[in-house]
């Protein structure tokens, strides 16, 4: 394989038990957290993958997701 093609490939990353996951909404700041670790868990790295989107990561395990304007996105009204 071309070296340039195994460099384009995108990270991957793994939930280590997903009997961790706990999602939580802020409706002050129209966020949603979902967490796939325990909260005193912190990551390493915070990756913006999308408009209002955030992971965090710990090496290659996803320990997180946060999307900001969460209402807007999924096409509500924010209450």
């Known amino acids: 394989m071309e070296k340039g093609l ?3 490939r995108p990270k991957q990353y793994y939930v280590e038990d997903i009997e961790r996951l706990w999602i939580e909404y802020d409706r002050q700041t129209d966020t949603l957290y979902i967490y796939f670790a325990d909260k005193n868990e912190e990551p390493e790295e ?28 999924i096409g ?3 209450y």
């Open 46 to 73: 915070a990756l913006l993958v999308g408009e209002d989107i955030i992971v965090g990561v710990k090496g290659d395990k996803l320990l997180s997701i946060t999307v900001n304007e969460f209402s807007r996105r």
């Open 6 to 8: 195994a460099e384009r």
């Open 76 to 78: 509500l009204e924010k």
